[in-house]
């Protein structure tokens, strides 16, 4: 496929929020054309004033319209808001990629009617913006990875839904590392014992590190933990004195209760 081509594709953004805004901006920045993109969100105040202030306020849309007009449709809202929008009747052909943690293609599927669902779990929308973003995705499909070339995703396919877990943990490893020190011992076994079968989960550890800020520490944790979120679980269970290896076992229980 050429960019050009590529190019043609309506895309809807369900959900505006921080990773929504984060792809639309650098699919922007990519040159993709601004007419090209609709999206939709929950009438929040606050995801209004970031939209303008991102110039983004004239691609705002309503879901009907959105899923009628477009050819790909992203979905960046919360899991627990999902079921909320309601079933979307999609043609079957139309490719839905899914940016939300714990709901399972099999849901998606039938809540869109889709049966072109492909899953992506990329680390935190900061990432996505300065073009060093870690993801997996499953499965494999030639037009969503053009599309995570296109954002510049450093992405692997993995060949198990079940392991897109480990992929949301992977996401929130930059904030835990602000908490523990990813060169100890204990950390590095904690994570060879935590990456189990998924041998990609201590490759992928690794470039996390270099996702962890040098300054502003406490900020960028306070950001990319999403209140009652996974992340937020995993700094809860390592300030109360638990292992690494517990704490992100923490995560992946909090995760399983989202979904």
Same mark, same amino acid.
């Given at each position: 496929?050429?960019?050009?081509?590529?190019?043609?594709?309506?895309?809807?953004?369900?959900?505006?929020?921080?990773?929504?805004?984060?792809?639309?901006?650098?699919?922007?920045?990519?040159?993709?054309?601004?007419?090209?993109?609709?999206?939709?969100?929950?009438?929040?105040?606050?995801?209004?004033?970031?939209?303008?202030?991102? %110039?983004? $306020?004239?691609? /705002?849309?309503?879901?009907?319209?959105?899923? @009628?007009? &477009?050819?790909? +449709?992203?979905?960046?809202? =919360?899991?627990?808001?999902?079921?909320?929008?309601?079933?979307?009747?999609?043609?079957?052909?139309?490719?839905?990629?899914?940016?939300?943690?714990?709901?399972?293609?099999?849901?998606?599927?039938?809540?869109?009617?889709?049966? %072109?669902? $492909?899953?992506? /779990?990329?680390?935190?929308?900061?990432?996505? @913006?300065? &073009?060093?973003? +870690?993801?997996?995705?499953? =499965?494999?499909?030639?037009?969503?990875?053009?599309?995570?070339?296109?954002?510049?995703?450093?992405?692997?396919?993995?060949?198990?839904?079940?392991?897109?877990?480990?992929?949301?943990?992977?996401?929130?490893?930059?904030?835990?590392?602000?908490?523990?020190?990813?060169?100890?011992?204990?950390?590095?076994?904690?994570?060879?014992?935590?990456?189990?079968?998924?041998?990609?989960?201590?490759?992928?550890?690794?470039?996390?590190?270099?996702?962890?800020?040098?300054?502003?520490?406490?900020?960028?944790?306070?950001?990319?933990?999403?209140?009652?979120?996974?992340?937020?679980?995993?700094?809860?269970?390592?300030?109360?004195?638990?292992?690494?290896?517990?704490?992100?076992?923490?995560?992946?229980?909090?995760?399983?209760?989202?979904?």
């Amino acid at each position: 496929m050429i960019k050009e081509d590529f190019f043609k594709n309506k895309i809807g953004v369900i959900g505006a929020g921080n990773i929504g805004r984060s792809v639309i901006l650098k699919l922007l920045e990519k040159g993709y054309p601004y007419d090209n993109i609709q999206l939709s969100y929950n009438g929040s105040i606050f995801t209004f004033s970031a939209l303008f202030d991102d %110039n983004l $306020v004239d691609m /705002i849309s309503d879901n009907s319209r959105l899923v @009628k007009d &477009s050819s790909i +449709i992203l979905l960046s809202v =919360p899991p627990q808001s999902f079921e909320k929008i309601g079933d979307f009747g999609l043609d079957k052909d139309t490719l839905v990629i899914s940016f939300m943690a714990g709901i399972s293609i099999d849901k998606i599927k039938k809540q869109t009617n889709s049966e %072109n669902v $492909v899953r992506v /779990i990329p680390t935190g929308p900061d990432t996505i @913006k300065n &073009s060093c973003a +870690i993801a997996g995705t499953y =499965p494999g499909n030639d037009v969503a990875d053009f599309l995570f070339d296109l954002l510049d995703f450093d992405y692997y396919v993995i060949d198990n839904e079940d392991k897109m877990d480990y992929m949301v943990i992977a996401g929130c490893l930059p904030a835990v590392y602000c908490r523990v020190d990813p060169h100890s011992n204990e950390s590095i076994r904690d994570i060879q014992r935590f990456a189990g079968d998924f041998d990609e989960f201590i490759e992928i550890s690794k470039k996390a590190e270099k996702l962890v800020p040098t300054d502003n520490i406490d900020e960028f944790v306070k950001q990319v933990s999403t209140p009652g979120g996974v992340t937020e679980a995993i700094i809860s269970s390592l300030d109360q004195g638990n292992s690494l290896y517990d704490s992100l076992m923490t995560g992946i229980k909090r995760n399983n209760e989202l979904s």
